[in-house]
């Protein structure tokens, strides 16, 4: 067992940190793309180097060695640590696929009652009005895209403040924010690092979409006050969109607001190397895992007699 295979799984820990800092330094939709990329690479090197400590394991006795082919059990160096380690490796990967699953099929459900509530209602181009009693409004993907707002969010704010929300989903939809989003849920279940990096990609995508409403409507202040008061008015109120669904009312809407009403001015330098740090720690990640798989595969060939140790 190769100890590079152990950097995939310790480098995610710096992830939170960094992309709290990412966010506070680049432009908002830069961020999303920086952070949802080094995500996705982290989790795929931590998911890798999980199943080639499982596979290390499994290949020293010799009943799965004889189902590889194997002349003889792997052999490492640290006999003593390896099936500990492999157990334990097995244990995580088995329970992020059973998260992993138990999320999809709530998204699905939670999307598929959204989507046939949308469907169910007039249309007036991709707006569609749920009569509730609860204020509530997101932007909800698929074919067509529709931007729901429910009958008690609309009476909570004035029809600048409605343009204002509008003009937010509907650069949660153009921008295509719910893949990111995915890729974020994606990458929370495969290291407890990553759930805290999800957080930070689910609010990069709200304040990318803050940044565009604000183009569209021209004013700051105004987006700024349609999102805090849509926020207050469903501070209480249950919501039954998915969770894929970005919508102006999530994360700290206080830190959103307060970016509009002071936006910070980015150097170019801080920027470079704040993209520049989370970035090399995803590609340490991913070599580390490389170099440690391909390592394990040596091994194995010699194993299988095809290499001289």
């Known amino acids: 067992m190769t100890a590079l295979l152990l950097v995939p799984l310790i480098l995610p820990f710096l992830a939170p940190m960094l992309a709290r800092r990412t966010l506070d330094r680049l432009v908002p939709a830069a961020a999303l793309r920086v952070l949802t990329a080094s995500a996705l690479a982290l989790a795929g090197a931590c998911v890798g180097a999980l199943g080639a400590l499982v596979l290390t394991g499994l290949l020293k006795l010799p009943a799965f ?7 003889h059990p792997l052999r490492t160096p640290s006999d003593y640590l390896v099936l500990p380690v492999a157990v334990t490796a097995t244990g995580v990967l088995v329970l992020g696929v ?10 699905a459900r939670a999307f598929r009652a959204a989507r046939t509530q949308a469907d169910r209602r007039p249309a007036a181009g991709d707006l569609c009005v749920v009569d509730s009693p609860h204020p509530d409004a997101y932007a909800l993907p698929g074919r067509p895209h529709r ?19 509008f003009a937010h989903e509907r650069a949660h939809n153009r ?13 929370a279940h495969c290291h407890p690092a990553l759930r805290a990096v999800r957080d930070s990609i689910a609010l990069a995508a709200e ?55 002071d936006p910070i001015e980015r150097r170019s330098g801080a920027t470079r190397w704040t993209a ?7 590609i340490l990640s991913v070599a580390g895992g490389t170099v440690g798989a391909v390592d394990f595969h040596h091994e194995v060939e010699v194993a299988q007699g095809e290499e001289g140790p």
């Open 98 to 107: 059973w998260t992993l699953v138990r999320s999809v099929f709530r998204q």
């Open 175 to 187: 921008a295509g924010h719910h893949y990111y989003l995915a890729v974020a849920e994606l990458s």
């Open 147 to 165: 931007i729901v707002v429910t009958t008690a969010m609309l009476r909570s704010l004035g029809p600048a403040e409605r343009e204002a929300l």
């Open 65 to 71: 060695a004889a189902l590889g082919e194997l002349i």
């Open 207 to 261: 304040r990318a979409a803050d940044e565009a409403a604000a183009g569209t409507v021209g004013d700051r202040r105004l987006v700024a006050t349609a999102i805090a008061r849509a926020a207050l008015a469903g501070h209480a109120s249950p919501s039954t969109r998915p969770g894929l669904a970005p919508a102006a009312t999530t994360g700290p809407v206080p830190q959103r607001v307060k970016a509009l009403l």
């Open 276 to 282: 520049y740090l989370v970035v090399a720690c995803a």
